[in-house]
């Protein structure tokens, strides 16, 4: 299958604990990059060096990892495999690898006295390859799961996916990794995946709530337990600028698949990747196209995270 790694320069690797419920997953670049952040309980580190107004031009990996904001420990690893192998911005004294990373909230999954550590993301990176990404409950999405109205108990599995194409000349990838307090959808706006009654029907949790509100006799979803993180890429010669609009463009696949979404109780994060050698302006019509085709990848992305 079409995956991430379809963009050429791109590796990816996961560490998985299964005993422990949670895990991480690397992209290796380096790369342009930029984000959008549309979830209200994020865990992040080092987003600022995203911005087009940073000094720092490119950034080495990205992270994705479980553990909360326990699991921002891995990125140690993650700079530290990077450092033994001269990768990184040079500040004079040293190579300071750049390695922005935002976590979901798997804690209670497995294992409590486990979470992600520089240890798991060195290994993500011993296992990061430019072959198609392992999908379903690997890496960051080992300890994902969706549908939490009625808690966990009554959730599905979440996980990860991904998905590729080619358009307007240059290849576009997503990974997501999925760990939604809401439902995922269909493209026929059908619940694939989500919370479900006594019955084991879906609740349809976007309905529940508008009808009956959070409370409603389904108790209450642990405040920043869930998000969707999510990484589109291509090798068009995007600025940081134009990644941002890639960015933003591509996070509208989350409201289409994911409902409800951007909740108070959800760190949402896209991230956006540039494999280009070098930077150029182009005009907006291309850029839309690869906004389409981003949204497109990461629409199947999302529901091969909950279906593979």
């Known amino acids: 299958m079409p995956s991430l790694t379809l963009v050429p320069g791109l590796r990816v690797g996961h560490a998985t604990d299964r005993e422990a419920g949670t895990g991480c997953t690397v992209v290796l670049g380096p790369f342009r990059a930029a984000c959008d952040v549309r979830g209200l309980a994020?865990?992040?580190r080092e987003l600022d060096a995203l911005s087009p107004r940073h000094l720092?031009?490119?950034v080495d990996a990205i992270l994705l990892t479980g553990g909360s904001a326990f699991g921002l420990n891995a990125a140690a690893g993650v700079m530290a495999w990077l450092e033994e192998r001269g990768a990184g911005f040079e500040t004079g004294f040293a190579r300071v690898p750049i390695v922005p990373a935002a976590v979901i909230y798997d804690l209670g999954t497995g294992r409590a006295d486990v979470r992600p550590d520089a240890a798991m993301g060195r290994a993500a990176c011993e296992a990061a390859a430019s072959a198609p990404v392992a999908e379903g409950r690997v890496g960051a999405g080992t300890g994902a799961s969706v549908g939490k109205l009625r808690g966990h108990a009554a959730a599905m599995p979440g996980g990860l996916g991904s998905w590729a194409l080619e358009a307007v000349g240059f290849r576009v990838g997503a990974l997501a990794v999925v760990n939604a307090m809401g439902d995922v959808l269909g493209a026929d706006g059908r619940i694939v995946a989500g919370a479900r009654g006594e019955d084991g029907a879906f609740l349809d949790t976007a309905r529940v709530l508008r009808e009956v509100g959070l409370g409603g006799g389904f108790g209450r979803p642990a405040p920043a337990g869930n998000t969707t993180?999510?990484?589109?890429?291509?090798?068009?010669?995007?600025?940081r600028t134009a990644l941002e609009s890639l960015a933003r463009m591509a996070g509208t696949a989350l409201a289409r698949r994911i409902?409800?979404?951007n909740t108070p109780f959800d760190g949402d994060v896209v991230f956006a990747l540039s494999t280009a050698a070098e930077a150029a302006e182009l005009p907006p019509p291309t850029l839309l196209s690869l906004g389409a085709a981003a949204?497109?990848?990461?629409e199947q992305a999302i529901e091969r995270a909950v279906t593979v």
């Open 42 to 44: 994020t865990g992040t």
């Open 259 to 261: 409902s409800p979404v």
């Open 56 to 58: 720092v031009p490119s």
């Open 229 to 239: 993180l999510a990484v589109v890429a291509t090798d068009a010669p995007l600025t």
């Open 295 to 298: 949204s497109y990848a990461l």
